[in-house]
């Protein structure tokens, strides 16, 4: 199973970004998926998830209301789409994939390259 995050890039505060996600090489409804991200000497922090059939999302307090995140099986990609940035969202993002129903850290057992967002003041 390989996991190819993109999209990262520069934003202004207040600007949007979509990132995306494709996962490959297993049948892609088989997997939840969720979205991380890691901020220069903080910890990893989960963000949102999504069930295998889209049904079902969760989001972490620090980015309710800002991100959605979708998936497209057809596309075998899911996406976050990211509003309102603000200077704190910089950090490296990652997505996720667990053949679990829930996903968590250490259940995701296939991981991506990481895609850096940087968001100015």
């Known amino acids: 199973v390989q996991l190819q995050a993109s999209g990262g890039g520069s934003a202004s505060a207040g600007e949007s970004l979509t990132l995306s996600c494709v996962v490959s090489?297993?049948?892609?409804?088989?997997?939840?998926v969720g979205w991380f991200r890691q901020a220069p000497g903080k910890e990893r922090e989960m963000l949102a998830a999504?069930?295998?059939?889209?049904?079902?999302?969760w989001y972490a307090d620090a980015v309710k209301g800002r991100f959605t995140i979708s998936r497209d099986n057809a596309a075998i990609t899911v996406y976050l789409q990211m509003n309102s940035l603000k200077p704190e969202d910089t950090a490296v993002y990652y997505c996720?994939?667990?053949?679990?129903?829930?996903?968590?850290?250490?259940?995701?057992?296939?991981w991506g390259q990481g895609t850096l967002v940087t968001v100015s003041s």
């Open positions: 996720a994939a667990t053949y679990s129903n829930t996903v968590t850290p250490t259940l995701c057992e296939f």
């Open positions: 090489g297993r049948t892609f409804r088989d997997f939840s």
């Open positions: 999504i069930s295998r059939s889209g049904g079902g999302t």
